[in-house]
């Protein structure tokens, strides 16, 4: 049973990790009209005219940004790894309920960045310029919160009802006292 539970849980992990490292190393979190042309815009770089550019500005919200996505990878991938070394050493509550514990805070970690770009740009970007809009890196980024931490609650809850199993079948129950 605890296979399954932390089968579960990994494999949601890993969906998440691969979704937190794609987000987090495109270039597509924001589309807009630049001088006429379109522009994107992501962490790392923003592309005019498909010509690529390191941000040369660095503004706070984007170091905050930045640092919150790679934890959030670094988080998701120490989860993903605790659930997988639950199947190589037997059944391991506490790996698996660590591996839980990191995959929920690696979505936490996920939504504060998203949180913080997603205010800033939309009060910065939102006066400055008409047509823009939020990517598809961007909303891979938020399924990859729902991923992680679904991934987590599973592992979590799952090692929880485990344990509330093995307890109610350890226990013996009480004997019959027959009237006489």
Same mark, same amino acid.
């Given at each position: 049973m605890l296979y399954t539970l932390a089968g579960g849980g990994t494999l949601c992990g890993v969906a998440a990790l691969v979704l937190l490292i794609v987000s987090t190393a495109t270039d597509f979190w924001m589309q807009y009209r630049y001088s006429g042309s379109s522009a994107n815009q992501g962490l790392w770089r923003f592309?005019?005219?498909? *010509?690529?550019?390191?941000h040369t500005i660095t503004v706070a919200f984007w170091d905050a940004t930045r640092a919150f996505m790679l934890l959030a990878v670094l988080s998701c991938f120490a989860g993903v790894v605790l659930g997988l070394s639950a199947f190589t050493n037997g059944t391991k509550n506490k790996r698996v309920?660590? /591996?839980?514990?990191?995959?929920?805070? =690696? /979505?936490?970690?996920?939504?504060?960045?998203? =949180?913080?770009?997603? /205010?800033?740009?939309?009060?910065?970007? @939102? *006066?400055?310029? $008409?047509?823009?809009?939020? =990517?598809w890196s961007y909303i891979i980024g938020w399924v990859a919160i729902i991923l992680a931490f679904a991934a987590g609650i %599973?592992?979590? =809850? @799952?090692?929880? +009802? $485990?344990?509330? %199993? +093995?307890?109610?079948t350890a226990e013996p129950s009480p004997p019959n006292v027959s009237d006489s």
């Open positions: 592309c005019i005219n498909h *010509k690529c550019h390191a309920r660590m /591996g839980g514990i990191a995959l929920v805070f =690696s /979505g936490f970690l996920a939504l504060l960045a998203l =949180s913080i770009y997603t /205010g800033v740009t939309v009060t910065f970007f @939102g *006066k400055r310029f $008409l047509d823009w809009r939020f =990517s %599973y592992s979590i =809850s @799952g090692v929880f +009802q $485990l344990c509330a %199993y +093995q307890r109610t």
